[in-house]
């Protein structure tokens, strides 16, 4: 039997990726979008973060895509460049396997090495026994804030619930001006 191996996603994973976000829009709460956005639009998302040099990873086994993740801008402002936002995504046949911590586990060392100083998690319908705030709990993310009643989908309302997890010390240190938010920050000032 072979195992689960987490490797960065490339462009021949975008059909897959596309179904697996489908399948979580269309019957989950997860995403707050309720329509599944097509395979040209998760391309144009994917060239987005890849080109700004964001984490994008998939976990397969025997050749299959069984979930991806990616870390994204927080917010755009600049001053919010050492923030990052995470999403995790698992293939329905694929839930409970261990596949989501995999990839979380993955993409924080990425954005660690990247020199990010926050990792946000914005969960929706982030209740108690929500699989992917459980998920976030074991990681070490610790309870930021919750927004109640903001997202209605499947006929009722959901709360979304702010996690966070601090990295490369965090707001405890100034920023490292080699890491890849500064250097871009800095490139684009002197643009």
């Known amino acids: 039997m072979s195992s689960i191996t987490i490797r960065a996603a490339s462009s021949a994973d975008l059909d897959r990726i ?27 998302r994917f060239d987005s973060l890849t080109a700004g040099g964001f984490p994008f990873l ?19 402002r600049p001053a919010y460049r050492f923030v990052v936002e995470d999403s995790v995504y698992v293939a329905p046949e694929a839930k409970g396997q261990g596949v989501g911590r995999l990839l979380m586990d993955a993409l924080i060392e990425a954005a660690r090495v990247a020199g990010f100083r926050q990792i946000i998690a914005v969960i929706g319908d982030g209740h108690a026994e ?13 309870h930021s804030g919750r927004l109640e009643g903001s997202g209605f989908k499947h006929g009722r309302w959901l709360d979304t619930v702010f ?14 001006p080699a890491s890849l938010p500064e250097r871009k920050f800095r490139q684009k000032s002197n643009s």
């Not at 976990?59 to 994204?72: I, N, P, Q, R, S």
């Not at 929500?130 to 610790?142: D, N, T």
């Not at 996690?163 to 490292?176: E, F, K, R």
Request: charged share 20%; aromatic share 8%.
């Open 18 to 44: 596309t179904e697996i976000y489908a399948d979580a829009v269309t019957h989950g709460t997860a995403s707050y979008e309720l329509e599944p956005p097509s395979r040209a639009e998760m391309g144009n």
């Open 58 to 76: 998939v976990a397969e086994k025997d050749g299959a895509v069984l979930g991806y993740a990616y870390a994204g801008p927080f917010r755009p």
């Open 130 to 142: 929500s699989a992917s705030v459980r998920l976030h709990e074991k990681l070490g993310f610790r």
């Open 163 to 176: 996690m966070q997890l601090s990295v490369n010390g965090g707001a405890q240190l100034p920023p490292d």
